[in-house]
């Protein structure tokens, strides 16, 4: 079991953590919402919590809970450049049916 | 899609509803784009990964080319290539043909209150043309954010007057861009400052650009950026060093102040780069050596020392400084209660400018933080909580108007009706009354400005009030409201009190764009382009219309004890007609029927407010109620 | 600009006085640390930027009331405008065709100011400024409530408004 990240995802984020300047590690998870039932969250972990799962991938600490762990075992999170747009993306095998802007997903 | 970015921990917005806001630094020589990125404010680049882009605009017979491109065409065709265009923002004809050195531009003799240039796309005026430099800068944004922005903050100096505002206002208009705010350029450069180092207290800062000089004195306490006073010159820059050494090269050349052969623009243009290029070379050396070329020979090689330098620089400091006291005291402080001095602005790299300041203040200068990025970072902070991807909580700023407003009276004096470094928003009523007996019109002439006679300041607008009831002279009382919002713009507002009629205003703007001719642009605009304006109007007004809608409801939902028997057949009515409006094409009639609605509301919104002021002084539900208030 | 919003800004300036948005029964004197934080809190919580993005009417009217913030705050904050809104509301207005016919107070000032021009070192500036401010006093304490209640004269009370004014500006020349 594991969420993990590119290489150059886990530089993008370490830059943006230093950058920021605090922060132990990333927090993935899902929340239900959006068009199509569930979506991503994405946020800064600024602390880890009780229940917490923590994985880490080219020495980013990637933080999650079992609830997200269950909807995003095997995802890795990719760095993506279209055009000038840089940005993360979940390839996430769990999904069977995404929205066309990929925010939200049904598993 | 737009790809992720990363959020602050517990503040995931729910898909689609992380809004794309940017904060740009319209400048004098140039000009960036910023946007919070996972949480970081940072400067969008172009494609090339250059973040500056110079602010020139050339028109070529066949296309329009902005930036780099555009500069390089400076000397050989200056006529068409537009740079320092800020300078003519909000200006006459008559202010802009006074202009030294003088502009090359060939201007059209009939319009006077807005100049226009001559190009190969027919009459431009300053406005079209900032707007020609917004437009790659949000194309830029947008690549990168990857969708279509909400919005923008837009960075003016703070010593920019109403005319000046408006202009930056129209430019962003034409270039597509919803303005969120306009924001002065040394409170922006605050925020990023402070926000980065948590600071506090009393700091100052000095923004030097290239045609502009600001200084702001701010105090920051817990978030709270509040601006206590502000003060500066709209027409001195950087650009003003430049010109001192091209006149000394001139005199050195032996040329004189009025050369026997006039330069032609080319030359000239020559001129101002060979001497940005000495200030810029002698930077952190004792002299620097450069040679002359003009009239197609060499009229001069020589050398530029320090001590010339100073000599040349030491009088446009001076003038700096004298609006630096000037601010200290408004504020009410002395120089060395100030904890820190901010610098921004290209010209602030003078290592002369640096040591005057130093001594000014009594202390050594802020030089670390990159003068020409930290305006546009500040912007789009702001633009981040203006969009509202963030709490406002986190940090707010209250600003001042720069200049007095005031009023004509008799005898051409100025009767002050809101001081300059006032906070912002602003509202001042004044009374009036006739003179004459069944006297139905009344001109009102609002200046802005430090001095006694209307003529040494900025006449701003002209007003006639009219269908005032026919009364005996003395009898109408007439109340105008003058409104500085919060983004230094006026509005004005009249009524007449014994009969409650409201009287009709109609405004002249002394220098600016009239609401017809901002529209007749956008729709020259848009007939060349792709883009259907017609299209976005109605996406815009449905959007308006829908948040309308959905605020009423909740409020109506939250408050129903403040709705009248009056109220609600009333505004059923209007949410009904504007609910069928939505579903139409038209654009227009849903706009009247917002209008409508929220004419409709207006009372019930009134006393929702003052509930909420009373309840925030009851002091339990302080904090509950504004949050309340906002997200209904 | 705009003439739609032409009714609406005037209807809403005029809902409520300065004291009553601040909360405050109107009165003579304020406690100047109570007034300040509630201002500092009215204008933290209704500034247009929280409002950012709520409807346009609500946003419009955000702007109004944080105006009308600051405007009460210029009055509340200043004595002599405190006192002015105070007796205004019990309907005893200050006209400003009102001709001054206080004659013994006049002959003072003229006295006063003429001493100011001369005074040209710091204490005696000093000494004057004491004894403008013990005339302020005396106007002040003249109009508090219990000397008001006793007389109830309105044309005293336009009387020492009045003299404050003068005051005030003579104060104001001194600095």
Not at chain 2, 136 to 157: C, D, F, Q, S
């Amino acid at each position: 079991m594991s969420i993990t990240l590119s290489e150059k995802a886990a530089d993008y984020i370490r830059d943006y953590l230093s950058r920021r300047g605090k922060g132990v590690g990333l927090r993935v998870g899902v929340k239900t919402s959006g068009c199509s039932g569930l979506s991503y969250v994405l946020e800064y972990a600024d602390e880890f919590m009780p229940n917490d799962i923590i994985f880490e991938s080219h020495g980013v600490k990637v933080v999650t809970d079992p609830k997200g762990l269950l909807h995003l075992d095997g995802s890795e999170l990719d760095l993506v450049r279209e055009g000038l747009n840089l940005g993360l993306k979940f390839n996430n095998p769990n999904v069977k049916d995404a929205c066309g802007c990929g925010e939200s997903f049904t598993v | 899609m737009s790809l992720m970015q990363i959020a602050e921990p517990g503040q995931s917005l729910a898909p689609h509803a992380h809004r794309l806001a940017v904060g740009i630094d319209l400048g004098t020589t140039n000009s960036l784009v910023a946007s919070v990125i996972n949480g970081v404010a940072e400067c969008i680049p172009n494609a090339n990964g250059e973040l500056l882009l110079p602010s020139a605009v050339y028109f070529a017979a066949d296309k329009i080319a902005v930036g780099s491109a555009a500069k390089a065409r400076a000397a050989s065709d200056p006529e068409h290539t537009f740079i320092s265009i800020k300078r003519l923002m909000g200006r006459g004809l008559d202010d802009v043909q006074q202009m030294k050195p003088a502009l090359p531009y060939r201007f059209d003799p009939a319009e006077t209150a807005v100049p226009r240039m001559d190009t190969p796309h027919g009459w431009m005026s300053a406005v079209e043309i900032s707007a020609e430099i917004l437009k790659p800068l949000k194309a830029r944004a947008e690549a990168r954010l990857g969708g279509e922005l909400t919005g923008g903050v837009i960075t003016v100096p703070a010593y920019f007057d109403d005319a000046q505002r408006q202009a930056t206002r129209d430019a962003a208009r034409l270039a597509g861009l919803h303005v969120l705010r306009l924001l002065n350029e040394p409170t922006a450069a605050a925020l990023a400052y402070g926000l980065d180092r948590q600071a506090e207290g009393l700091i100052a800062v000095y923004d030097l650009g290239g045609g502009t000089f600001d200084i702001s004195i701010l105090r920051l306490r817990q978030g709270v950026f509040e601006v206590i006073a502000t003060g500066g010159d709209t027409q001195l820059g950087g650009d003003d060093f430049d010109q001192a050494i091209a006149l000394w090269l001139m005199e050195r050349a032996g040329l004189g102040l009025s050369p026997s052969t006039p330069l032609n623009a080319g030359d000239q243009r020559h001129l101002s780069s060979t001497a940005c290029a000495l200030k810029e070379a002698l930077t952190g050396k004792e002299q620097t050596c450069a040679r002359l070329d003009l009239h197609g020979k060499t009229v001069w090689t020589g050398c530029l020392t320090c001590n010339d330098f100073n000599t040349l620089a030491d009088p446009l400091i001076e003038r700096t400084l004298t609006a630096c006291a000037q601010a200290l005291k408004d504020a009410g402080i002395q120089a060395n209660e100030i904890q820190e001095v901010v610098m921004v602005g290209g010209a602030t790299r003078v290592p002369r400018v640096r040591e005057r300041v130093s001594a000014f203040f009594g202390r050594e200068v802020l030089t670390d933080i990159d003068p020409d990025k930290v305006v546009a970072l500040g912007a789009a902070l702001q633009a981040d909580v203006l969009a509202g991807n963030k709490p406002a909580d986190e940090m707010l700023l209250l600003d001042v108007t720069p200049l007095s407003l005031g009023l004509e009276t008799m005898g051409g004096l100025v009767e002050t009706l809101i001081p300059r470094n006032t906070t912002l928003p602003v509202a001042r009523a004044q009374e009036f009354t006739t003179f004459k007996d069944g006297q139905t019109a009344m001109s009102l002439h609002v200046v802005q400005g430090e001095r006694d006679s209307v003529e040494h300041n900025r006449s701003l607008a002209r007003f006639t009030l009219r269908g005032i009831p026919p009364m005996v002279a003395g009898a109408a009382r007439i109340r105008v409201t003058f409104q500085i919002d919060a983004d230094g713009l006026l509005t004005v507002s009249a009524q007449e009190k014994t009969s409650g009629i409201h009287a009709e205003i109609q405004v002249k703007p002394s220098y600016g764009l009239s609401e017809e001719s901002v529209e007749q642009m956008l729709r020259n605009a848009f007939d060349h382009a792709s883009d259907d304006v017609q299209a976005r109007r109605l996406r815009e007004a449905k959007v308006e219309a829908t948040r309308s809608l959905e605020a009423l409801d909740s409020a109506m939902a939250s408050d129903a004890d403040l709705l009248t028997e009056i109220d609600r057949p009333i505004l059923n009515a209007a949410q009904t007609l504007l609910s069928q409006a939505i579903q139409g094409e038209d654009a227009q009639a849903i706009n009247e029927a917002v209008e409508q609605l929220e004419n409709a509301a207006l009372p019930f919104i009134q006393r929702r407010m003052n509930q909420a002021v009373s309840r925030a002084l009851a002091g339990h539900t302080v904090d509950d109620m504004a949050t309340q208030m906002r997200h209904t | 600009m705009n003439e739609g919003s032409l009714s609406s800004s005037m209807s809403a300036s005029s809902v409520m006085s300065a004291f009553a948005l601040f909360g405050f029964e109107p009165a003579l004197e304020l406690d100047e640390s109570e007034l300040k934080s509630r201002f500092e809190h009215l204008r933290t919580q209704f500034h247009p930027d929280r409002f950012s993005h709520g409807s346009a009417l609500e946003r419009r009217l955000a702007m109004q009331r944080a105006a009308d913030i600051n405007a009460a705050y210029a009055t509340l904050s200043k004595p002599l405008l405190r006192a002015q809104l105070y007796f205004e509301l019990r309907g005893i207005t200050l006209s400003e065709a009102r001709s001054m016919d206080d004659a013994a107070f006049l002959m003072q000032q003229m006295e006063l100011r003429e001493a100011l021009e001369e005074a040209h070192d710091t204490q005696t500036r000093q000494k004057l400024r004491q004894q403008i401010q013990q005339l302020w006093s005396q106007s002040w304490q003249a109009l508090c409530p219990t000397s008001i209640e006793a007389q109830a004269d309105a044309s005293l009370i336009q009387r020492e408004l009045q003299r404050l004014q003068f005051l005030q500006r003579f104060l104001e020349q001194m600095d």
